[in-house]
DNA sequence: ATGCCTTCGCCTCGAAGA
């Protein structure tokens, strides 16, 4: 069992790449972020026929997240409980669902822009929304997986230039201490257990071409409880996925499960 | 090495991403 999660920066765009790279790799279940387009407009059938059952959750231009699956996707839920405002207007970036023994919630975290930014408060008020919402609704004694773009590095092995990104965007302290509450509930950074050196990293800037020289940060995450952890046997980051023409900027992490 | 690329839509420029 494969499950992967992915920043593909517009699903529409990433169609071409994503779809032989499901044929290649085989996934039961794949969570998606900046899908970056409406429901109507989602490529369902072109899904559908990769054999994957979908749910997504989506909106014009911006955000979006989706779940592909193999198996039957149970108790959907869209968005954070207290998300305001309502309807059309809210932002999609939480999709929860139950899929065989997992509980899964798939989320794409407010950027945040500057630590100066009305948007960086944003996004800290929206990390404590999203404990509040595992610490009511979730249980860590479940096999629960929490994974997304969290726009977030845990620590200065997840940075190329740990003294250039120091107190920056997606690396400061509170952001940081965010996370941590994320842990404290019961959850655990997977990548971690198995791999435990800098250098792993799942985005890199377009403008600075930062793949070319693996200039990273690594901001997408699976967060796992124990015993997801346990029946968890490697959590990798696909390199490969940024090979070639027309990639995201995010590469996908595959965590496969005995 | 965050003014360098990529995406979307008010679509041939501006805004946003991270």
Same mark, same amino acid.
């Given at each position: 069992?494969?499950?992967?999660? %992915?920043?593909?920066?517009?699903?529409?765009?990433?169609?071409?790449?994503?779809? $032989? %790279?499901?044929?290649?790799?085989?996934?039961?279940?794949?969570?998606?972020?900046?899908?970056?387009?409406?429901?109507?407009?989602?490529?369902?059938?072109?899904?559908?026929?990769?054999?994957?059952?979908?749910?997504?959750?989506?909106?014009?231009?911006?955000?979006?997240?989706?779940?592909?699956?193999?198996? +039957?996707?149970?108790?959907?839920?869209?968005?954070? +409980?207290?998300?305001?405002?309502?309807?059309?207007?809210?932002?999609?970036?939480?999709?929860?669902?139950?899929?065989?023994?997992?509980?899964?919630?798939?989320?794409?975290? $407010?950027?945040?822009?500057?630590?100066?930014?009305?948007?960086?408060?944003?996004?800290?008020?929206?990390?404590?929304?999203?404990?509040?919402?595992?610490?009511?609704?979730?249980?860590?004694?479940?096999?629960? !997986?929490?994974?997304?773009?969290?726009?977030?590095?845990?620590?200065?092995?997840?940075?190329?230039?740990?003294?250039?990104?120091?107190?920056?965007?997606?690396?400061?302290?509170?952001?940081?201490?965010?996370?941590?509450?994320?842990?404290?509930?019961?959850?655990?950074?997977?990548?971690?257990?198995?791999?435990?050196?800098?250098? !792993?990293?799942?985005?890199?800037?377009?403008?600075?071409?930062?793949?070319?020289?693996?200039?990273?940060?690594?901001?997408?995450?699976?967060?796992?409880?124990?015993?997801?952890?346990?029946?968890?046997?490697?959590?990798?980051?696909?390199?490969?996925?940024?090979?070639?023409?027309?990639?995201?900027?995010?590469?996908?992490?595959?965590?496969?499960?005995?």
């Amino acid at each position: 069992m494969k499950i992967v999660t %992915w920043n593909v920066n517009s699903i529409r765009a990433r169609l071409p790449r994503l779809l $032989p %790279w499901l044929e290649e790799n085989e996934p039961e279940i794949v969570c998606l972020q900046e899908t970056k387009v409406v429901d109507d407009l989602f490529p369902q059938e072109e899904l559908e026929d990769a054999g994957y059952n979908v749910e997504k959750f989506g909106q014009k231009t911006y955000n979006g997240v989706a779940i592909l699956s193999q198996y +039957p996707i149970e108790n959907v839920v869209k968005g954070l +409980p207290d998300d305001e405002p309502s309807g059309d207007e809210r932002e999609a970036r939480v999709l929860g669902c139950q899929i065989e023994k997992f509980q899964i919630l798939n989320v794409y975290v $407010p950027n945040g822009h500057d630590i100066e930014s009305d948007k960086y408060l944003f996004k800290l008020q929206w990390l404590k929304r999203l404990v509040r919402m595992l610490t009511e609704g979730y249980s860590v004694k479940d096999r629960l !997986i929490v994974c997304g773009d969290f726009n977030v590095t845990f620590d200065d092995r997840d940075v190329y230039d740990p003294e250039e990104w120091r107190d920056k965007i997606h690396c400061s302290k509170p952001e940081r201490r965010a996370m941590q509450n994320l842990i404290d509930l019961g959850l655990k950074d997977a990548l971690r257990k198995f791999h435990t050196d800098r250098d !792993i990293y799942t985005w890199w800037d377009f403008r600075t071409r930062g793949f070319q020289r693996n200039a990273g940060l690594r901001i997408d995450h699976m967060l796992m409880s124990a015993p997801a952890l346990k029946a968890c046997k490697s959590v990798e980051v696909d390199m490969t996925a940024r090979d070639g023409q027309g990639p995201s900027d995010h590469a996908p992490v595959i965590a496969t499960f005995r």
